[in-house]
């Protein structure tokens, strides 16, 4: 396999969280996370996958025009340099 860069958007999506404290274990908070809104994902377009992280791709199923890393490679200090495939919503 060879190297591959892509072209970006310029956009970074993000997905709102709320969290609401449920409880605590040796002293450290407990949360469970809602997730809302989607902000700064463009809208899609023919032949075009975006690149986005697995929670903003699982929070719209219904796009099958995003991706999000898969089968990461790291590197020697478990650091993620990169990755074999991508996951989209089938």
């Known amino acids: 396999m060879g190297d591959l860069d892509l072209p970006t958007s310029g956009l970074v999506a993000r997905i709102d969280v709320t969290h609401r404290e449920i ?10 996370g809602s997730y809302g809104k989607v902000s ?11 690149i986005v992280s697995a929670a903003v791709r699982t929070a719209l199923p219904e796009r099958k025009d995003l991706a999000s890393p898969a089968r990461l490679v790291r590197d020697e200090e478990g650091r993620i340099i990169g990755c074999l495939a991508f996951e989209i919503n089938a």
């Open 40 to 50: 700064n994902l463009p809208e899609p377009e023919d032949g075009v996958f975006y």
């Open 23 to 32: 409880g605590h274990h040796a002293g450290i908070p407990l949360l469970v």
